[in-house]
């Protein structure tokens, strides 16, 4: 098999059949994390603040995850671009080899550091306990979602999207299903509280696994991964790391972010900590879509880059900024019209529902401009310029939010914090479009 489908099918057409699927299984995503918030919600708001306050390192294991997988993607579809599936063999064999091992130290560390980390935050046992719980069994799967995202990434760098699709879905949807069978015992199965979301989630990765390996040895794919490719290969391996530790940057800053909000934010009120958290789960609807875009686009991007179709490479990078520009359009209209009935979802305080109806206006209003950074971001992982990236990520996550935040705490009180996200969305859009007309054109002549 060859993906030389890659450099000639029309553009459009292309994009969106390798986007659909990932736009549709990211859809689905999303409501898992809305479900698996929802029903933590119904035992109590201390739940649901153990939740928020797990979430970064949760969000951490994951990063690693994807932003490895991405190296992985980022070097197998330029290899197969250059005609080298020898290489391209390696990447996805080493690739695998290394998540596997990331997992295994993230459970060995994370589980005995969670209650330092939730003291950091609280004081109160009636969220610490909880939050032990649910992340206690939450990451003795870390090295389950590491294998998992690594195939997610495997078969995305060859074009089998649907594969991807499917798998993924298989995972979210015995997700959802499983989350109020074991949170709250509903026949044979024992009732968990907080723990059985935890369950819910491992086994929903467990699942996916499972599906991913029977298509593996079912489907016929371009690479392989296969002892015989775990060669000593310090320069392939370091273009791994070398795209794959930005990408994880990339993706473990907003844990940066949440971890210094809740900070701040706790020492007003934990109503603050609850809507930054429901805001982060609500958020995945559109960025989770948009992320789908991008991984549509990285692969053909690594492709034509690899196989020189310059032109083609910036055609996809156009037509992708416009369709997340649409999504979160979308987003910006149903956060100005429905927030209230949005939060009421997660929590029946009225005091949290009306600062959190507050807080989604205010934060939409830089959804479209971050369209920009979001899909430049993703490009340039493509093309396997990982530093560039991280710039990027610098700015929306470090280097523009965290202090513009601090500030407007500082000076105008918790309910001005919510300003800095699209501050830091406009501010980021502007540099990335002028690093766009500099550099970009530059990268691809």
Not at 315 to 327: E, T
Request: proline share 4%.
């Amino acid at each position: 098999m060859n993906n030389t489908f890659m450099k000639k099918k029309p553009i459009l057409p292309l994009l969106a059949s390798m986007a659909m699927p990932m736009v549709l299984s990211m859809l689905v995503n999303s409501l898992y994390n809305i479900v698996d918030s929802f029903f933590v919600a119904k035992i109590s708001e201390q739940a649901m603040t153990a939740l928020s306050l797990v979430f970064p390192v949760q969000n951490f294991i994951n990063a690693v995850a994807i932003g490895f997988g991405v190296g992985i993607n980022a070097q197998i579809s330029f290899q197969l671009g250059a005609k080298n599936i020898k290489n391209a063999n390696i990447a996805a064999t080493h690739g695998m080899l290394f998540n596997i091992i990331h997992g295994i130290i993230f459970t060995v560390i994370c589980i005995p550091f969670m209650p330092v980390f939730l003291g950091m935050f609280t004081k109160e046992q009636e969220v610490i306990s909880p939050g032990v719980q649910y992340s206690t069994i939450a990451f003795a799967f870390s090295t389950v979602i590491m294998i998992s995202l690594s195939f997610e990434k495997i078969f995305q760098a060859v074009g089998r999207m649907k594969l991807t699709m499917i798998s993924l879905m298989i995972g979210c949807i015995s997700n959802i299903i499983l989350d109020p069978l074991l949170i709250f015992g509903v026949g044979i199965f024992p009732e968990m509280g907080i723990r059985g979301a935890a369950l819910a989630t491992g086994l929903g990765q467990v699942f996916t696994v499972i599906v991913y390996l029977i298509a593996y040895k079912k489907c016929s794919i371009p690479v392989e991964i296969s002892r015989k490719y775990l060669e000593l290969n310090r320069n392939l391996d370091g273009k791994l790391y070398m795209v794959g530790i930005p990408a994880i940057l990339n993706i473990a800053l907003p844990s940066v972010l949440i971890s210094f909000l809740n900070q701040i934010l706790s020492a007003f009120s934990g109503s603050y900590v609850v809507v930054l958290g429901i805001y982060y789960k609500l958020q995945t609807f559109l960025y989770l879509p948009a992320s789908g875009i991008v991984q549509g686009m990285r692969p053909l991007i690594g492709y034509n880059y690899g196989a020189g179709e310059i032109k083609r490479v910036k055609k996809f990078f156009g037509i992708s900024v416009l369709l997340n520009g649409m999504i979160m359009l979308a987003g910006t209209i149903i956060c100005f019209t429905a927030s209230e009935t949005l939060m009421g979802m997660f929590t029946e305080n009225p005091e949290t529902v009306r600062l959190g109806t507050a807080a989604l206006q205010i934060i939409s209003i830089g959804f479209i401009p971050s369209a920009i950074s979001v899909t430049a971001s993703g490009a340039l992982e493509g093309l396997s310029k990982g530093a560039q990236s991280l710039v990027i990520s610098l700015l929306r996550y470090i280097i523009v939010i965290i202090p513009v935040a601090y500030l407007l705490c500082y000076f105008a009180g918790a309910d001005a914090v919510w300003n800095a996200f699209w501050i830091c969305e406009f501010i980021t859009a502007v540099v990335v479009g002028i690093g766009i007309k500099y550099y970009w054109n530059r990268l691809l002549q």
